[in-house]
């Protein structure tokens, strides 16, 4: 299984962003995904996630109505589109597949984890 994240980068605060997580060795469809953040020193933080079908999406409170989570089972893809991005938004973020299909909030649910790309928001 591997999960491919990209889309990662240096923008300006105010600006935006769309991250990528490519999925390959797994029934996609049939998985939940989500997207997990670290920054230097802290915790991993719950970004969003979505279920098996798109049909369902959670947010973390930090992101809420500025980033939105979105599938398409047809690409193996899902994404993370983040807009009015904030410095401490700046972190590497990690796409991860969640097996109960459901997008939990919890990272000890995810079975599979990508290698995390870095955004850096600048002020």
């Known amino acids: 299984v591997q999960l491919q994240a990209s889309g990662g980068g240096l923008v300006q605060a105010g600006g935006s962003l769309r991250l990528s997580c490519a999925a390959s060795g797994l029934t996609f469809s049939r998985y939940g995904m989500g997207w997990f953040r670290q920054a230097p020193g802290k915790e991993r933080e719950f970004v969003a996630a979505?279920?098996?079908?798109?049909?369902?999406?959670y947010y973390g409170d930090s992101v809420k109505g500025r980033f939105t989570i979105s599938r398409d089972n047809a690409r193996n893809t899902v994404y993370l589109q983040m807009n009015s991005l904030k410095p401490e938004d700046t972190a590497v973020y990690y796409c991860?597949?969640?097996?109960?299909?459901?997008?939990?909030?919890?990272?000890?649910?995810?079975?599979?984890w990508g290698q995390g790309t870095q955004v850096t928001v600048s002020s």
């Open positions: 979505i279920s098996w079908s798109g049909g369902s999406a």
């Open positions: 991860a597949a969640d097996r109960l299909g459901y997008g939990v909030v919890s990272s000890s649910e995810y079975e599979y």
